[in-house]
């Protein structure tokens, strides 16, 4: 049973648009949330990283976290074309090892 | 500054023969850790280094696997007796404490066995 989960995608949403990312994970003693960009190709690039309940927010994307619920997610404002990409979803215990969900891959529509 | 490396950055072997690939983290980065992804799939962890220490090596598939980091810096990922399921491109992340444990990913091996 894979420990993080995220829809496999495609999300496809218009240029401008507010896009949703969404994972849940199964180990409550996660500590430490991180959302990674990946293009086709390309390794992952960090791109958030959250570790407290709550809101956190850096330029267009705001990465939200609810531990009682295991629930981590990202929301890119003001979608772009460069922002297609999948979208991995790490979990880990305070410097430990990631756990990777499968990624969502994203598709902004010009 | 200077980020991860990796080489080769691509790598093709017949079947059977040996691999090695290195990684070289970022200066001052305590912590290391190997990852391999297979297409269309998230990074799954192989093993981790703390300095020259190898912590956890549950990740590794089998004893054809073997991690190094003599020195505390660069890393080499040996693979013995490569199998096709052993394709994949295979992920060097380092962190610090000071920069929250944050990975930062080089650019990947990817490796066919033919």
């Known amino acids: 049973q894979k420990e993080v989960e995220q829809n496999s995608g495609p999300l496809s949403v218009p240029e401008g648009a507010i896009a949703s990312l969404n994972c849940t994970y199964s180990?409550?003693?996660?500590?430490?949330f991180f959302w990674y960009r990946q293009y086709s190709g390309k390794s992952p690039e960090l791109i958030m990283s959250?570790?407290?309940?709550g809101d956190k927010e850096d330029g267009r994307f705001t990465a939200q976290l609810n531990k009682a619920s295991q629930y981590v997610s990202l929301l890119i404002r003001d979608s772009q074309p460069s922002d297609s990409a999948t979208y991995l979803c790490a979990v880990s215990a305070a410097g430990n090892m990631l756990t990777f969900g499968g990624g969502t891959r994203l598709m902004v529509k010009p | 500054g200077a980020g991860v490396s990796q080489s080769p950055r691509y790598k093709v072997a017949k079947r059977g023969q040996d691999v090695a690939l290195r990684c070289d983290p970022i200066?001052?980065?305590?912590?290391l850790f190997w990852y391999q992804q297979a297409l269309g799939q998230g990074p799954e962890f192989l093993t981790y280094?703390?300095?020259?220490?190898?912590?956890?090596k549950s990740g590794l598939p089998s004893d054809r696997f073997f991690a190094e980091r003599p020195e505390g810096s660069v890393s080499t990922l040996k693979i013995q007796r490569t199998q096709q399921e052993d394709s994949a491109v295979y992920l060097c992340?380092?962190?610090?404490?000071?920069?929250?444990?944050?990975?930062?990913f080089g650019p990947g091996t990817r490796l066919t066995v033919t």
């Open positions: 959250i570790y407290s309940n």
């Open positions: 280094f703390q300095n020259e220490a190898q912590l956890d």
């Open positions: 992340a380092s962190s610090s404490p000071s920069s929250s444990y944050e990975q930062y």
């Open positions: 180990d409550r003693g996660s500590q430490s």
């Open positions: 200066s001052g980065h305590v912590s």
